[in-house]
């Protein structure tokens, strides 16, 4: 039999679980199916040198604040999915894994969503996928052409299986910077940005981004001035690896290049630069295939909402995709508020509260 339930949160990462935080309070039945075949989320796939951009206080999942890690100020991700995990066992979250949700369908007064283990029928549906497992690679000519290593930011663990190679880092972004700072003391690196790198301020991390994000929302609720969102501030978090790369003339960045070779790059002034690799900083899309059955797809793949509502299937939320769907939803501080509203309009919808 078809179990049903009044809510199927897909995704068990960080917002798929503030959904379950919020959902459990408001005493609403619900399953939340994760892909993955352990806790953490994303967080478990990072390179090894990743930290988080805010102290562990400001970092947190609602109603439990992060431990500090020893002797680290910006935790690492192995400490963000110690949390995780923690929080998942803390609040007896009803996480069901290794399930791989494929599509959601309309079925009457239900979404059917179906998994390849399984088919569950919902009332409402929490869509929590995030972004991390839809790479983006541009279309550069001679992309196959070139006959190193080509890797995206999912791929990248540690710089020790590069040490001495000509490697190329492309992308101007926190995971370019800091995954060229990675590997700017042992291989012969070329950084590529399509313009010149814009740090923040040494002063700025996480809490400051979550409050610009905040006061962004709000501006544009209220039907003020766009103040230009996180990215008017700048692209890089200066984290104490990337400061101290930049300040040692390690970061030089690189105009973007016309095309591949065989062998490497090539700008269009016929300068080339040889590559044994080359690592693709290129971001991320919404992994949102699974609910191509229901037709929502707006413009650049996003679906319309209000708020974490999609506009053509209120039954629907999404959650954790960036601040489309609520200001700084993708990361850890910022998930709680929109995770919180969305409970909220689920259990209005059906009748709970």
Known sequence: MTPVVDVVVIGGGQAGLAAGYHLRRLGLGFVILDAQAEPGGAWQHTWDSLHIFSP?????????LMPSQPGETYPDAAH???????????????VVRWVRVEAVHRD???????ADTATWRAR?????TGTWGRPFLPAVPGRTEFMGAQLHTVEYRRPSGFAGQKVVVVGGGNSGA????????DTDLTWITLREPRYLADDIDGRALFDHATARRRALDEGRTDTGGVASLGDIVAVPPVREARDAGL???QPMFDRLTA?????????????????WCTGFRPALAHLAPLGLRGPRGHIPTHGTQALAEPRLHLLGYGDWTGPASATLIGVGRPAREAARQIAGLLGAV
Request: proline residues 3%.
């Open 56 to 64: 562990a206080a400001y970092s947190s999942l609602p109603g439990r």
């Open 80 to 94: 963000v999915v110690s949390y995780l995990t923690d929080y998942e066992q803390r609040y007896e979250l009803p």
């Open 108 to 114: 009457g007064e239900f979404l059917r969503v179906e």
């Open 124 to 128: 409402t549906v929490i869509s929590a």
């Open 178 to 185: 800091q995954i060229a700072a990675d590997l700017a003391y």
């Open 251 to 253: 970061l030089k960045a």
């Open 263 to 279: 062998n490497g790059v090539e700008w269009a002034d016929g300068t080339r630069a040889d590559a044994d690799a080359i690592i």
